[in-house]
C-alpha cells in the first residue's frame, strides 16, 4: 500500500517487542500456542519427529514439499560432498580463545563462508542451492572443530560412511554413536529445525531482505539465537538445575525466584499459553535414552519444578518450552552444556535458510518505524561554554 505523504501522519501505536504485529506472511510454520500444536508445511510435528530425518526435514522446509527418494539421495549426497571445511577456516577457529563462547565461534566462523563464496546472486536458483547445501553441511563440522580445537587438538574429518547426525556426533565426541543415540539426536534435530517468525528468524529475515550474502543472514541469525532469553535458555536451565540440587528443594526455588522476579528458565513463550509440544517430545526421548543409558538424576529435578511451577505460574500460560528438557537429552549424550546452543543453530540453519528463501520471493527491505522521544532542537555549544552537568 502506498502512503500519501502529503497528508499528516496517522498516530502511531508503539508495540515493543512487534508482538501481534505480523511482518511477512509465510507458508512454512504454523503454531497453534493455544491447543500447543506446531506443523512444518502442513506436517504435525510429532509425525515428523517420530518418521523423518532432519535431512529430509530440511528438504521439506526449505523446497517446500517432501522429497522423493531420488532427490533426498542427492540431497543428502551433496551436503555429504560439502562437509569438509576449509584448512583456511579451520586454522582461522585454531586462532580464536578456547575460553570464548562457541556461539560467538559458531557465528564468526558462519560469516567467514562470505569471503569464500562471496558472489551474491540471490536471484539464481544454483546459487540458492549451494549455499544451502554449504550452510546445512558446514554448519556441524564448524561446531564439532570448535570444541576438538579448544580442547587442544586437531579437529577430526567428516566420516562418509556416515549418516548425518551420526558424523556430527562422531565428529564432536570422536567415537561412532550408538545408533540410539544417533536417532534420538537426529530427531532432536527436526523439534528444533523451524518455529516461525521467533527473534533469530526474524533477524534472518531481516538481513535477507537487503539482498546480503547467505552467509551474513545466518551469521546474524546465530548472534541473535545465542541470548538467554531466546536459543540460550537451554544451557542456563542446566545451570538452574543444578544450583537447585535435589527434587524436593524445587518448590523453594521456585517461590524465590517468582519472589524476587526472576523468570524461570526454559519456561514461558510468546506463542505459547500451553506446554510446548516440543517439550513433550523431548521428554520422551529423554526417557528412551535413560532406559537404555542410565537414568539422570537431574530429570526429577525438572520434573518437581514443572510439577511446583505448574498451579503458580500455569494460569499466566507460562509451561515448560522447547528449552527445558532438551539440555538433558543432550547431557544424557555426553555433549557440554555451552555447546546446547550450537546445536539448537545446526537445526534452525534449515529453518533460517526456508525463511531466506521465501523472504528473497516476495522482498521488500525491512524498515519500520520509530516514535521520537528524545530532545527538540538544541544549540551546539562550545567546549569551554558547557558546565559539568
Ligand atoms: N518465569 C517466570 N515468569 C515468567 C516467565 C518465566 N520463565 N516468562 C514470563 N514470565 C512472566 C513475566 O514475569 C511477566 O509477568 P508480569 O506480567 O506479572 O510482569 C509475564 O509472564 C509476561 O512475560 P514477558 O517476559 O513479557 O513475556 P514474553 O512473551 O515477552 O516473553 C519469553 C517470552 C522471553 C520466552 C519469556 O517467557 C522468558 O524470558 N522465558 C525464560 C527464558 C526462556 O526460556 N527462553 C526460551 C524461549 S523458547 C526459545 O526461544 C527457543
Same mark, same amino acid.
Given at each position: 500500500?502506498?502512503?500519501?505523504?502529503?497528508?499528516?501522519?496517522?498516530?502511531? &501505536?508503539?508495540?515493543?517487542?512487534?508482538?501481534?504485529?505480523?511482518?511477512?506472511?509465510?507458508?512454512i510454520?504454523?503454531?497453534?500456542?493455544?491447543?500447543?500444536?506446531?506443523?512444518?508445511?502442513g506436517?504435525?510435528?510429532?509425525?515428523?519427529?517420530?518418521?523423518?530425518?532432519?535431512?529430509?526435514?530440511? %528438504?521439506? !522446509?526449505?523446497w517446500?514439499? !517432501?522429497?522423493?527418494?531420488? &532427490?533426498?539421495?542427492? %540431497?543428502?549426497?551433496?551436503?555429504?560432498?560439502?562437509?569438509? !571445511?576449509?584448512?583456511?577456516?579451520?586454522? $582461522?577457529?585454531?586462532?580464536?580463545?578456547?575460553?570464548?563462547?562457541?556461539?560467538? #565461534?559458531?557465528?564468526?566462523?558462519?560469516?567467514?563462508?562470505?569471503?569464500?563464496?562471496?558472489?551474491?546472486?540471490?536471484d539464481?536458483?544454483?546459487?540458492?542451492?549451494?549455499a544451502?547445501?554449504?550452510l546445512?553441511?558446514?554448519?556441524?563440522? $564448524? +561446531?564439532?572443530?570448535? @570444541?576438538?580445537?579448544?580442547?587442544? @587438538?586437531?579437529?577430526?574429518?567428516?566420516?562418509?560412511?556416515?549418516?548425518?547426525s551420526?558424523?556430527?556426533?562422531?565428529?564432536?565426541?570422536?567415537?561412532?554413536?550408538?545408533?540410539?543415540?544417533?536417532?534420538?539426536?537426529?530427531?532432536?534435530?527436526?523439534?528444533? #529445525?523451524?518455529?516461525?517468525?521467533?527473534?533469530?528468524?526474524?533477524?534472518?529475515? +531481516?538481513?535477507?531482505?537487503?539482498?546480503?550474502?547467505?552467509y551474513? +543472514?545466518?551469521?546474524?541469525?546465530?548472534?541473535?539465537?545465542?541470548?538467554?532469553?531466546?536459543?540460550?535458555?537451554?544451557?542456563?536451565?542446566i545451570?538452574?538445575?543444578?544450583?537447585?540440587?535435589?527434587?524436593?528443594?524445587?518448590?523453594? %526455588? !521456585?517461590?524465590? #525466584?517468582?519472589?524476587?522476579?526472576?523468570?524461570?528458565?526454559?519456561?514461558?513463550h510468546?506463542?505459547?499459553?500451553?506446554?510446548?509440544?516440543?517439550a513433550?517430545?523431548?521428554?520422551?526421548?529423554?526417557?528412551?535414552?535413560?532406559?537404555? %543409558?542410565?537414568?539422570?538424576? $537431574?530429570?526429577?529435578?525438572?520434573?518437581?519444578?514443572?510439577?511446583?511451577?505448574?498451579? $503458580?505460574?500455569?494460569?499466566?500460560?507460562?509451561?515448560?518450552?522447547?528449552?527445558?528438557?532438551s539440555?538433558l537429552?543432550?547431557?544424557?549424550?555426553?555433549?557440554?552444556?555451552d555447546?546446547?546452543?550450537?546445536?539448537?543453530?545446526?537445526?534452525? +540453519?534449515?529453518?533460517?535458510?526456508?525463511?531466506?528463501?521465501?523472504?528473497?520471493?516476495?522482498?521488500?527491505?525491512?524498515?519500520?518505524?520509530?516514535?521520537?522521544?528524545?530532545?527538540?532542537?538544541?544549540?551546539?555549544?562550545p567546549?569551554?561554554?558547557?558546565?559539568?552537568?
Open positions: 500500500m502506498k502512503i500519501d505523504k502529503s497528508k499528516e501522519p496517522a498516530k502511531l &501505536e508503539l508495540r515493543p517487542g512487534l508482538e501481534g504485529v505480523p511482518v511477512t506472511q509465510s507458508s510454520c504454523d503454531i497453534d500456542g493455544i491447543k500447543g500444536d506446531l506443523k512444518y508445511r506436517y504435525s510435528i510429532a509425525e515428523l519427529a517420530q518418521k523423518s530425518s532432519f535431512l529430509e526435514t530440511t %528438504f521439506l !522446509l526449505i517446500g514439499k !517432501l522429497p522423493t527418494s531420488k &532427490e533426498l539421495r542427492e %540431497f543428502e549426497k551433496e551436503i555429504q560432498m560439502h562437509r569438509r !571445511l576449509s584448512f583456511r577456516v579451520r586454522d $582461522m577457529m585454531k586462532c580464536f580463545p578456547e575460553s570464548g563462547h562457541p556461539m560467538d #565461534a559458531l557465528q564468526s566462523s558462519a560469516a567467514s563462508l562470505g569471503l569464500f563464496y562471496s558472489r551474491r546472486a540471490t539464481n536458483p544454483k546459487y540458492i542451492y549451494d544451502v547445501v554449504r546445512i553441511a558446514k554448519i556441524p563440522t $564448524m +561446531v564439532a572443530a570448535f @570444541q576438538l580445537i579448544r580442547k587442544g @587438538q586437531d579437529p577430526i574429518q567428516p566420516r562418509d560412511d556416515l549418516p548425518y551420526a558424523n556430527f556426533l562422531y565428529m564432536l565426541t570422536e567415537k561412532e554413536p550408538d545408533p540410539l543415540e544417533a536417532r534420538v539426536f537426529d530427531r532432536c534435530l527436526i523439534l528444533h #529445525a523451524e518455529h516461525s517468525l521467533n527473534a533469530s528468524t526474524f533477524s534472518a529475515r +531481516v538481513t535477507a531482505s537487503t539482498l546480503t550474502d547467505p551474513a +543472514v545466518i551469521a546474524s541469525a546465530v548472534g541473535t539465537l545465542a541470548g538467554p532469553l531466546h536459543g540460550g535458555a537451554n544451557e542456563d536451565v545451570k538452574m538445575l543444578e544450583d537447585i540440587k535435589s527434587p524436593d528443594q524445587a518448590k523453594n %526455588f !521456585l517461590k524465590a #525466584a517468582i519472589k524476587n522476579k526472576q523468570k524461570i528458565m526454559g519456561f514461558g510468546r506463542e505459547y499459553k500451553v506446554k510446548d509440544p516440543r513433550t517430545i523431548l521428554q520422551t526421548f529423554a526417557e528412551e535414552l535413560f532406559a537404555r %543409558f542410565g537414568k539422570d538424576e $537431574m530429570y526429577d529435578i525438572a520434573k518437581a519444578l514443572e510439577a511446583e511451577a505448574s498451579p $503458580m505460574l500455569g494460569p499466566k500460560g507460562i509451561f515448560p518450552n522447547v528449552d527445558f528438557y539440555g537429552v543432550y547431557r544424557k549424550l555426553g555433549i557440554p552444556k555447546l546446547f546452543t550450537p546445536i539448537f543453530a545446526i537445526s534452525r +540453519v534449515a529453518g533460517w535458510l526456508a525463511h531466506w528463501r521465501e523472504q528473497l520471493s516476495a522482498n521488500r527491505i525491512f524498515r519500520p518505524t520509530q516514535i521520537y522521544i528524545g530532545e527538540g532542537e538544541r544549540t551546539w555549544k567546549l569551554e561554554d558547557r558546565s559539568i552537568n
